[in-house]
């Protein structure tokens, strides 16, 4: 975690995490939690689909290849809404026009995996305040 007497970088936020990995969705999911962040998981598309339209998030740290839906599809799903999180993809696909795609349909951060958590983490939280400035 960070340096004693700081507050948790992201504390009360409500990110949703979607990762078709057990692993990777659980390392993700703890790392946040220990900076402070309200965290849901889901490993579908269409699962996370549901949960920005039912309960919206913050931010969604969004995986590419999903089962059910793709992330580019849940990227457009859920940026299409009137209050749309933040989005942080990640994907093994080093590939620069996945990348163009995802930013003209609006995601905020596109980060290839192994992502490191510091980076994503520091990324998430550089996302929030440039957003509460806005």
Do not use: W
């Not at 979607?18 to 490993?43: F, K, M, N, R, Y």
């Amino acid at each position: 975690m960070n340096e004693v007497n700081e507050e948790p970088r992201l504390q009360d936020r409500k990110i949703l995490v979607v990762d078709d990995d057990p692993e990777v969705l659980a390392s993700i999911d703890q790392a946040l939690q220990a900076e402070g962040a309200l965290t849901q998981t889901c490993s579908d598309g269409n699962t996370a689909v549901r949960i920005c339209e039912s309960d919206p998030p913050d931010l969604v740290v969004l995986d590419m290849m999903l089962p059910r839906r793709s992330g580019f599809l849940v990227l457009e799903k859920i940026k299409k809404q009137e209050q749309h999180p933040l989005v942080i993809m990640v994907t093994a696909n080093e590939g620069r026009r996945h990348q163009q795609y995802a930013e003209a349909l609006g995601v905020d951060g596109y980060m290839l995996k192994p992502v490191r958590l510091e980076r994503l983490i520091t990324h998430a939280q550089e996302l929030f305040a440039k957003a509460d400035k806005a």
